[in-house]
């Protein structure tokens, strides 16, 4: 059933919006009300895995509001990068960069790196120019820099296609590296 909804959330057009206003209700149900066995399969995953890993579906399916109780129960800092993505989903911008400092540098970034610099490779854009040069000058996820790339188009009314196409990059990188054995 994972695969599944991942599917149906890679077939989601538009991107998810950086600031989500409502979500997919049949799906955000149908995430949160599958048992583990019934959602995960038979792969091995820890309790807290399959936590983590129902939240980032739910945040992919901008239900921020649903998977917030989940993660914030998640002391750890892969707990604390999903609470940094819904905060900065929510438009909280000091929040998400608390949780960013709480995150530190996560094993993941490489993977979400790798995903983005992917993803901006061909970007017309000059503000997803830079962001990628920035990326390519430090040479890890700038997880706070995104942050302020996303308010700086939600002030000034932006165009964040872009932005979108990031975010999509980092959820999915997340969540495939929570998918992996403990």
């Not at 901006?120 to 890890?140: I, K, M, V, W, Y």
């Amino acid at each position: 059933m994972f695969e599944e909804i991942v599917i149906s959330l890679q077939k989601r057009d538009p991107l998810p919006p950086l600031y989500p206003k409502s979500f997919d209700a049949d799906l955000s149900r149908r995430i949160q009300s599958a048992d583990d066995s019934e959602l995960f399969g038979p792969k091995v995953l820890s309790t807290q895995q399959k936590q983590l890993l129902r939240a980032g579906l739910l945040v992919w399916n901008d239900d921020i509001d649903a998977a917030h109780p989940i993660v914030q129960d998640i002391e750890d800092a892969t707990g604390s990068f999903w609470h940094a993505i819904i905060h900065r989903r929510e438009g909280d911008a000091s929040n998400a960069n608390y949780w960013w400092r709480r995150t530190g540098n996560h094993p993941a970034f490489p993977q979400v790196l790798h995903a983005v610099q992917s993803t901006l490779g061909n970007e017309r854009e000059s503000c997803a120019r830079d962001f990628l040069a920035l990326l390519n000058r430090e040479g890890h996820w700038q997880p706070r820099e995104f942050v302020e790339r996303c308010e700086l188009a939600r002030k000034q009314n932006h165009p964040d296609e872009w932005l979108r196409r990031v975010q999509l990059a980092e959820i999915e990188s997340l969540l495939n590296w929570c998918r992996q054995p403990a």
